[in-house]
């Protein structure tokens, strides 16, 4: 639970905050080898938060040849799985002592509102450290169905050197679905934060040392545009390289690899994600609050934002009206005011991108319903209130693209058919909403989709229980759930002859 309260309160500790912007290394706070750095700027008003190592491939050199002799040394890639355990939820405790001042630094970086920094962001980050760490004294390796003079062992072991690099939306919490994973059983890791939002991961490098995670096992290398990520990508002693971020990047990767040694890619990328409501859905209302929440919670700096509203053409006229009623409860605010809903878009050139997107909806012929336009720029933050444009086509760009900002796109459809057609007219596979009230529809519809992920009658749901990821160039594999220790682990067959 938060000490903190009020806005009063929030501005009070981000004035006492000290903010860290230095590598970790080997156990250490390092500068960058070259003493290059980097300005981290708020988003929420403008202010400089911190000077932020600018890493590079020097830096990538220092943390590989830790990690690697971390992960050689046994000391933590040989630990009993039970006492890797205990030490991953003390990691998880540690992050939910420093709950107030992680998600203050979150909302600084990023420009999230800090109620859901410390309600969403925080808890779940510590829920896929505990949850990863819970499980690795219970998952068994299995033997053989050989013949009676022979045994088949099946065990999985560490993959070894994992180079995480993640993206800005969701810092932490993406930083720690692969590591809770990714440490739980037992590599040695290197973390890539993303130059828009490096301050958490750098703060819980110190955390993870005082749970008991030894020196080497976990670095964080912040570093501006690709240099250092890059440097990790292409290195010939990283095994396995997971990562969250655009597809764009997410192919290079896989270029990288092909390039140098081959190392595992595991890759969650973008998505265009349709929210598909039929004529029958059990509740308009409903179905209008979550497709409000799916374009504008978290700026609409999400992944698996539902940003094409399928609308089934009976109901568009009824739904549309009830959805931009429903922004009315997303209007841009102070990110430190607890009340806040919609924060900062993290910096002026992700408004820039928004802004273009909407214009581009424009000149295209789609028609504005709400919002699209910068506001509260007097803050000297950046701020766009949530748009939604109907009338369009699924050719259009707005549709087509994912612009990872709160504006929305309605397209009409008839029947089951076109809204699985244009559902899936997507290079992207994320997730899907589906609203009905025929359970054979819903199911129908639902295995129709070429999605990692479907709700029914509801959107954006799950936790550390069920994988998340998608098809098609969202990604591959999956990150929670028992199936994310695919991507850090090797399988290994040992035969003996009795
Ligand atoms: P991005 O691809 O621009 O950057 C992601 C990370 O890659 C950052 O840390 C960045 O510094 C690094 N990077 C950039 N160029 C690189 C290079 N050449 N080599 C190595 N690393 C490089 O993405 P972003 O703007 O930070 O995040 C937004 C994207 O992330 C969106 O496309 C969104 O859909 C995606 N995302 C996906 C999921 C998911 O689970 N599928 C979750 C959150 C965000
Ligand atoms: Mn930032």
Not at 59 to 78: I, P, T
Not at 109 to 134: C, F, H, Q
Not at 274 to 300: T, V, Y
Request: with cysteine; glycine share 10%.
């Amino acid at each position: 639970m938060s000490a903190v309260t009020t806005k009063a309160q929030w501005l009070q500790l981000a004035d006492s905050l000290t903010v860290r912007g230095q590598a970790f290394i080997d156990g250490q706070y390092v500068d960058a080898a070259s003493g290059a750095t980097f300005e981290c700027i708020s988003p929420v008003d403008g202010r400089l938060l911190a000077h932020v190592s600018s890493c590079d491939s020097d830096d990538a050199q220092l943390a590989v040849a830790s990690a690697r002799a971390s992960f050689e040394s046994g000391v933590w890639s040989k630990m009993a799985p039970v006492k890797r355990k205990q030490v991953m939820i003390r990691f998880a405790d540690l992050l939910e002592t420093h709950g107030d001042e992680l998600a203050l630094l979150e909302t600084l970086d990023m420009g999230k509102p800090v109620s859901d920094a410390r309600g969403v962001d925080i808890p779940g980050a510590a829920r896929a450290l505990r949850w990863s760490g819970e499980a690795i004294d219970k998952i068994y390796d299995e033997i053989a169905p050989t013949a009676d003079n022979e045994i088949g062992m099946i065990t999985r072991e560490p993959v070894g050197v994992v180079a995480a690099i993640v993206p800005w939306n969701f810092p932490l919490l993406m930083a720690c679905w692969k590591l809770g994973p990714a440490l739980a059983s037992g590599n040695s890791v290197i973390l890539k934060p993303s130059e828009k939002s490096p301050l958490t991961a750098i703060r819980i490098a110190t955390l993870a040392v005082e749970a008991g995670i030894p020196p080497g096992v976990l670095n964080v290398l912040p570093g501006f545009g690709h240099t250092v990520g890059k440097a990790l990508a292409l290195h010939m002693d990283v095994d396995t390289l997971v990562f969250t971020g655009s597809t764009k990047i997410a192919k290079q990767l896989m270029i990288y690899a092909g390039e140098s040694n081959m190392k595992r890619v595991w890759l969650e990328a973008g998505g265009k994600s349709p929210h598909i409501i039929f004529n029958d859905c059990p509740d308009l209302r409903q179905a209008a609050k979550a497709a409000a929440s799916a374009i504008a919670f978290n700026q609409g700096e999400v992944c698996t934002a539902g940003s094409r509203l399928l609308v089934e053409s009976a109901i568009k006229d009824e739904l549309l009206a009830l959805v931009v009623e429903e922004l009315g409860n997303w209007k841009p605010g102070h990110p430190l005011d607890p009340q806040t809903t919609v924060g900062a878009v993290v910096d002026a050139q992700q408004l820039q991108t928004i802004l273009r997107y909407v214009e581009q909806g424009r000149q295209q012929g789609a028609i504005l319903a709400c919002g699209g336009e910068q506001v509260l720029a007097d803050t000297g933050g950046v701020y766009v209130a949530p748009a939604v444009f109907h009338g369009v086509t699924n050719e259009m760009t707005i549709a087509r693209e994912e612009i990872f900002g709160p504006v929305l796109s309605v397209i009409e459809f008839d029947g089951m058919e076109e809204a699985v057609r244009i559902g899936n007219d997507t290079i992207y596979g994320l997730a899907a909403g589906v609203w009905t009230s025929d359970l054979s529809k819903a199911h129908k519809t639902a295995k129709a989709l070429r999605t990692g992920m479907v709700w029914i009658n509801h959107y954006d749901g799950g936790d550390m229980t069920a994988p998340f990821g998608g098809y098609k160039q969202s990604g591959n594999g999956r990150d929670k759930s028992l199936h994310a220790f695919d991507k850090y682990t090797e399988i290994k067959a040992t035969w003996i002859a009795l």
